[in-house]
């Protein structure tokens, strides 16, 4: 039998997950990291296509992301993982926490060592839409666990 507040938490991440209550659903912030400008691009026209993802920010560099980081309001992060001056590793410290981070890189030996960093999901490049939209349900599922136990 579970507590009352256990019940809502519940409650509240299986409607997230099957879809329930669409109005009231979770806005993501979400920050694009990536070198190649054409990527950048292309992930944006994809996240297009899902009203509850605001992009609220973009860096091509190391230090511009870092900068992103700590100065910007956000929820999720999507993180190539060869920048200009580095690799996208190093950021992982900047990240605020509660965040949800998504790498999205062509490179498919990066995959074990991002999820031993907690990443929510790993796409490859070019990213398919119906990969892209599994990454969105499992940030948001994540996103609603986190602000369920505030």
């Known amino acids: ?54 992009i609220v920010g973009e860096a091509a560099t190391l230090r511009a992301a870092r900068a992103l980081l700590t100065n910007v309001d956000y929820d999720l992060v999507f993180l190539d993982v060869q920048l200009v001056g580095g690799e996208s590793f190093q950021l992982l410290p900047d990240v605020r926490p509660g965040a949800g981070i998504v790498f999205a890189t062509a490179h498919e030996r990066y995959a074990v060592r991002a999820f031993e960093s907690h990443a929510v999901d790993y796409l490859l490049k070019p990213i398919d839409p119906a990969r892209l939209a599994e990454a969105l349900r499992r940030a948001t599922v994540a996103q609603a666990a986190r602000s369920s136990r505030t």
């Not at 507040?5 to 519940?10: E, K, T």
């Not at 329930?20 to 659903?25: A, L, P, Y």
Request: hydrophobic share 45%; proline share 2%; charged share 30%.
């Open 1 to 54: 039998m579970l507590c009352g507040l256990c019940a809502f938490r519940v409650r509240k991440i299986r409607s997230l997950i099957c879809g329930v209550n669409r109005s009231k659903k979770l806005k993501l912030h979400a920050l694009l990291i990536d070198d190649e400008a054409s990527a950048r691009a292309d992930l944006r026209e994809k996240l297009a296509a899902h009203p509850e993802v605001a």
